[in-house]
T-cell receptor, first 111, second 117 residues
């Protein structure tokens, strides 16, 4: 089946630093989604991307849909302690179909 | 908008009993809902895709007689873990894809922590 390679697996940064994480796939996706999950909670949708090359921002977060449709990255600028959590990328094919999830990036922000 | 609730948020039960988990989309309709299972420090594992008014589609290796899914309305799907055993203890999360708006966006519930003694 399809697999998403998400990297890095974990990051330890200082408050105020910028963060970058990415996902790559051997298959094409029509949608790329980025989620954040806090401990004991369900994932929360951060950004949705629908078009190759699309660059979308949500506050301090910016994500891009790769031009080949096989990759996506998420940047977080000027990190703050509440950015701590696990970030998942997900690729989708068609409406109503399953999403393929990456393994997650555990982000730790030191004050 | 796009809020999904789950009930209960946690449940402890004895081995052999059945447990029902509800997933509701509060402010939108969802023809398609999904049920996931998550183990500590791991990604989400899709168990089944639930479509309103029809039978759920289960992922390979998921026992459909053990994990009964019912999607009786456009805002409610239920997962029943039948004859639960300790190995069924896990974090169960549902998601719903709105009938409106973007392509493939799924909005997740807060999850249900199941502990089987």
């Amino acid at each position: 089946g399809q697999q998403l390679n998400q990297s890095p697996q974990s990051m330890f940064i200082q408050e105020g630093e910028d963060v970058s994480m990415n996902c790559t796939s051997s298959s094409i996706f029509n949608t790329w989604l980025w989620y954040k999950q806090d401990p004991g909670e369900g994932p929360v949708l951060l950004i949705a991307l629908y078009k190759a090359g699309e660059l979308t921002s949500n506050g301090r977060l910016t994500a891009q849909f790769g031009i080949t449709r096989k990759d996506s990255f998420l940047n977080i600028s000027a990190s703050i302690p509440s950015d701590v959590g696990i970030y998942f990328c997900a690729g989708g094919e068609t409406s109503g179909s399953r999403l393929t999830f990456g393994e997650g990036t555990q982000l730790t922000v030191n004050p | 908008g796009a809020v999904v609730s789950q009930h209960p948020s946690w449940v402890i039960c004895k081995s052999g009993t059945s447990v029902k988990i509800e997933c509701r989309s509060l402010d939108f309709q969802a023809t398609t809902m999904f049920w996931y299972r998550q183990f500590p420090k791991q990604s989400l594992m899709l168990m089944a895709t639930s479509n309103e008014g029809s039978k759920a589609t289960y992922e390979q290796g998921v026992e459909k007689d053990k994990f009964l899914i019912n999607h009786a309305s456009l805002t409610l799907s239920t997962l029943t873990v039948t004859s639960a055993h300790p190995e069924d203890s896990s974090f169960y999360i549902c998601s719903a894809e709105p009938d409106f708006g973007g392509y493939n966006e799924q909005f997740f519930g807060p999850g249900t922590r199941l502990t089987v003694l």
